[in-house]
């Protein structure tokens, strides 16, 4: 499985605009981009996912680099509710495409 | 509904005991996961069932026993485990057909205590 690098912590305060930026140099034709994220003491919460194109939908938005080996989560005013652990994760949709494969993750903190 | 059940929300099992784990969902789908994710790390992937029948086993030991009886049910069953397996089992469903969309919905979690 191709691998994503992200942060490992970052904050922000809120109401404003957050970006949460992940590496994926070595992904492939068919890998789509995801992200989901983990709430305190709760399961994974798939938040967006894009192939080539930038994203958008109620919860946030992903910016995904011209030759994608990279993208930016874009959360464009941050809550308290929005701490969380953000993970980056290629899935590969040859096969079915059934598997995630999460990373470290990044661990956002939101301030008042 | 698009919600994931899990039963039990917590279990404390000793080394000799037998228990079993419960995941629910009633959206429709055809996938169904397991995975397993210790304190601070990342869910890492267990099982993954498609139509009932097992389709991934991520060389996962064998006193973790997973069942899928019907379309809306999937099971882990849990003998002889070892301290080390004390960790939050998650259950995740999503359309087998993922393709373009590869949402997977997670329960809550069964938070495991071996002793």
């Known amino acids: 499985d191709a691998k994503t690098t992200q942060p490992n912590s970052m904050e922000s305060n809120e109401e404003e605009p957050v970006h949460l930026p992940c590496n994926h140099s070595?992904?492939?034709?068919?890998?789509?981009i995801h992200w989901y994220r983990q709430l305190p003491s709760q399961g994974p919460e798939y938040v967006i996912h894009?192939?080539?194109s930038n994203v958008n939908n109620r919860m946030a938005s992903l910016a995904i680099a011209e030759d994608r080996k990279s993208s930016t989560l874009i959360l464009h005013r941050a809550t308290l509710r929005d701490a969380a652990v953000y993970y980056c994760?290629?899935?590969?949709?040859?096969?079915?495409?059934?598997?995630?494969?999460f990373g470290t993750g990044t661990q956002l903190k939101v301030e008042l | 509904d698009t919600e994931v059940t899990q039963t039990p929300k917590h279990l404390v099992m000793g080394m000799t005991n037998k228990k079993s784990l419960k995941c629910e969902q009633h959206?429709?789908?055809?996938?169904m996961y397991w995975y397993k994710q210790k304190a601070k790390k990342p869910p890492e992937l267990m099982f993954v069932?498609?139509?009932?029948?097992?389709?991934i086993n991520e060389s996962v030991p064998s006193r973790f026993s997973p069942e899928c009886p019907n379309s809306s049910l999937l099971n882990l069953h849990l003998h002889a485990l070892q301290p080390e397996d004390s960790a939050l089992y998650l259950c995740?469903?999503?359309?087998?057909?993922?393709?373009?969309?590869?949402?997977?919905?997670f329960g809550p979690g069964t938070r495991l205590t071996v002793t």
């Open positions: 995740a469903s999503s359309l087998v057909e993922t393709g373009l969309t590869g949402e997977q919905y």
């Open positions: 070595t992904i492939s034709g068919t890998d789509y």
């Open positions: 894009g192939l080539t």
């Open positions: 994760i290629l899935r590969d949709v040859t096969g079915g495409g059934n598997k995630l494969t």
């Open positions: 959206m429709g789908h055809r996938a």
């Open positions: 069932y498609s139509y009932e029948k097992l389709s």
